[in-house]
């Protein structure tokens, strides 16, 4: 039972959750939950990647993006635009099986700078390229997504829930799975993982596909929520400030860190809003002073402190022998 209490809390959670359009809540309210369902869930991903396989990718900008166009793309051929989400994910994990081909063949900060050039990449392709005729809304292949005007916002809300919620079970069954051992085995020393009979390249492998599938959706359905989409945000650096901070500041390596750091990275983006000019600089000052400070975030610093805590309750000397110490008995 002390095992399922987690999830038996996050069932009651996301009922309360899925009730909230039901009991005429303000809108904005529904508008900050969908983000951070969105980020929630590309976040979880980006944790798998960086916190739990030791892939330090830096392109989640590029699944988010390329899951975007191609949902968007199918509201043009007229496909639902649920279908197209679905369609989002699957080609954000093509995507990443092609690119695997060359990126794993790069090690540590090499494989970082090689999958951050890959947004750079798509943005110039998609800059240039036409995929469908039509209007076009902002630079390069900027489209309205067609269909949403009869799509309330109560509909992709839930949609935003479902991901959220199918991210954070997803990494509570990793976790707690054999695949999330061998995680754990690479993550400590993946070397020694593999004298042990790891497949350390099939598991990162695989972490990489399944966390460009979940990104993927997650993308597709937030540009059905906007309702268009354009390259120079949907491959922006933005998607990786977002993920960065909200793994880092709550806990990378951490199941909940991500859910703390999303919560403030939410907010963020609306009080920042007003200072668009300057905000990646701000979320960069906050990203270095966080890891400076407490590089475990913020579970990982309380839950230091906890172990600090408990250590000296468990070296405290008993009442008795502290008197006997300060008031010796003489013979």
Same mark, same amino acid.
Request: charged fraction near 10%.
């Given at each position: 039972?002390?095992?399922? @209490? ?28 969908? *983000? ?16 739990? #396989? ?27 635009? *649920?279908?197209?989400? &679905?369609?989002?994910?699957? @080609? ?5 099986? &092609?690119? @695997? ?20 990449? =798509?943005?110039?392709?998609? =800059? ?18 067609? %269909?949403?005007?009869?799509?309330? +916002?109560?509909? +992709? ?9 199918? @991210?954070?079970?997803?990494?509570? *069954?990793?976790? /707690? ?83 703390? %750091? ?11 809003? /007003?200072?668009?000019?300057? #905000? ?33 309750? /468990? ?5 008795? /022998? ?10």
């Amino acid at each position: 039972m002390g095992r399922f @209490s987690p999830l038996i809390l996050l069932g009651a959670v996301t009922v309360g959750l899925a009730m909230l359009p039901m009991i005429d809540v303000p809108q904005t309210w529904l508008l900050y939950l969908f *983000y951070f369902f969105v980020f929630l869930a590309a976040a979880n991903m980006w944790n798998l990647l960086a916190g739990f #396989s030791g892939l330090l990718a830096l392109c989640p900008a590029a699944f988010i993006g390329l899951a975007g166009y191609a949902m968007t793309i199918l509201t043009w051929l007229g496909i639902p635009f *649920y279908v197209g989400i &679905l369609a989002g994910g699957v @080609s954000a994990a093509l995507f990443a099986m &092609l690119i @695997s081909v060359s990126v794993f063949r790069m090690k540590g900060v090499y494989f970082a700078i090689g999958t951050l050039v890959v947004p750079a990449i =798509l943005r110039l392709v998609f =800059l240039r390229w036409r995929p469908v005729g039509g209007d076009l809304v902002g630079g390069g292949a900027g489209y309205m997504v067609k %269909g949403m005007d009869s799509v309330s +916002t109560e509909i +992709t809300y839930w949609l935003g829930l479902a991901i959220g919620l199918a @991210s954070v079970i997803l990494i509570w *069954y990793i976790l /707690r799975s054999k695949f999330g051992f061998g995680l754990a085995a690479i993550r400590n020393n993946d070397v020694s993982a593999a004298s042990l009979g790891v497949d350390v390249f099939r598991l990162k492998l695989s972490s990489f596909i399944i966390a460009a599938f979940v990104m993927g959706l997650a993308g597709a359905l937030f540009y059905a929520y906007q309702g268009y989409i354009e390259p120079n945000t949907a491959f922006n650096i933005n998607w990786l400030m977002i993920v960065l901070l909200a793994t880092v500041m709550g806990g990378i390596g951490l199941e909940w860190g991500p859910f703390i %750091g999303t919560i403030i990275v939410v907010i963020l983006q609306f009080q920042l809003a /007003r200072y668009a000019g300057i #905000s990646l600089l701000i979320q960069g000052i906050m990203l270095v002073i966080i890891m400076l400070v407490a590089p475990q975030g913020i579970l990982g610093f309380i839950r230091d402190q906890r172990r600090v805590a408990g250590f000296c309750a /468990r070296l405290r000397i008993p009442s008795e /022998r502290v008197s006997f110490l300060s008031n010796p008995r003489k013979d």
